[in-house]
């Protein structure tokens, strides 16, 4: 378990999802209000707690607890968590509020991703009370202290459920997983879209992304991983490969094939496409980065087939 300061007020604790460096983490941003912005899985809530004692804070300081989205590996450790936290409150988007008061729908969901995985994975998912829950609505504000407004934003695109917080301090924005994901190998950085089952929508997708560039931020907090200041160069490389991603996907869908042959099939397509491009940049192809790779194509593969099968069905919601 590692600590990043970021800066003098946001730090970044390596929250080891997955039993693996540097894939999820957790922002604590050391204001009047204390807060920090996910949680991880509930297997990370250990790393969680050694976190935040290196950095001297008692969970019953802690005020807020925001959620990007309710996807299990950024929240399903939020009511397990919260039960240190007497304080806190856990701010969601509206759509994502009844589903982290009775998790019974996000655990079905999850298992038809995850399989026999899932136990190992996310367990226990422990719900949250109504009245700890906080919603914020678009463009809501939130004061944490004299010299830092939160401002709330709804970024669907990869789950109707998504918010993106924008940091006045720093003109910052935490991501989740809105524009993506970025991986750092050695100095070299890489993103590419994150497209997981079932809200995907690439056009809105691409509608968020444009708002995050029309805010001229100067720095994105991806849920997936860590922080960059190269920010139109982050969003251009995500918009190319999700048009990338699509247009091939698309020519390799087949409405004849099942849905388990259509995800092979796309996901490997989608791990040829992103390895070659490492490995031109000069990645090493036994590079352990390629596991995770792996892991996160053949997920991304299951919301693009899942978006083209409602496409051919005609049924266009979430």
């Given at each position: 378990m590692s600590i990043y300061r970021i800066d003098s007020r946001i730090s970044l604790v390596d929250l080891m999802d997955l039993s693996l460096k540097e894939r999820t983490g957790s922002y604590i941003l050391s204001e009047d209000a204390l807060t920090i912005i996910e949680t991880s899985a509930s297997p990370s809530i250990p790393h969680l707690k050694k976190g935040l004692s290196k950095l001297n804070i008692n969970p019953e300081d802690i005020q807020y607890i925001i959620l990007t989205h309710i996807h299990l590996d950024h929240a399903g450790g939020?009511?397990?968590?919260?039960?240190?936290?007497?304080?806190?409150?856990?701010i969601v988007h509206p759509k994502g509020k009844r589903h982290i008061n009775d998790p019974t729908r996000l655990i079905s969901g999850a298992k038809a991703v995850y399989g026999e995985k899932f136990?190992?994975?996310?367990?226990?998912?422990?719900?949250?009370?109504?009245?700890?829950?906080l919603v914020m609505e678009h463009k809501e504000k939130l004061s944490i202290s004299d010299t830092c407004t939160l401002t709330f934003f709804h970024t669907p695109g990869h789950a109707d459920h998504h918010l993106s917080i924008f940091d006045s301090s720093s003109n910052g924005m935490f991501t989740g997983d809105t524009c993506g994901i970025q991986y750092t190998i050695g100095s070299k950085r890489f993103y590419f879209p994150s497209t997981s089952p079932n809200q995907f929508d690439p056009e809105q997708m691409k509608t968020s992304i444009s708002m995050y560039r029309n805010l001229h931020l100067d720095r994105l907090y991806f849920g997936h991983y860590g922080v960059t200041e190269e920010v139109s160069f982050a969003l251009t490389e995500v918009e190319k490969w999700l048009d990338l991603f699509m247009k091939n996907s698309e020519k390799q869908y087949s409405s004849n094939a099942?849905?388990?042959?259509?995800?092979?099939?796309?996901?490997?397509?989608?791990?040829d496409l992103t390895k070659r491009e490492l490995v031109q940049k000069g990645i090493d192809p036994d590079n352990p980065i390629f596991h995770l790779l792996k892991l996160d194509m053949n997920v991304s593969a299951m919301g693009i087939v899942d978006y083209f099968t409602k496409q051919k069905k005609g049924d266009h919601s979430s």
């Open positions: 939020a009511g397990l968590f919260l039960k240190e936290c007497p304080n806190a409150r856990i136990d190992e994975l996310f367990r226990p998912i422990v719900p949250i009370p109504e009245d700890r829950i099942t849905m388990k042959e259509n995800v092979k099939n796309i996901s490997s397509l989608l791990i």
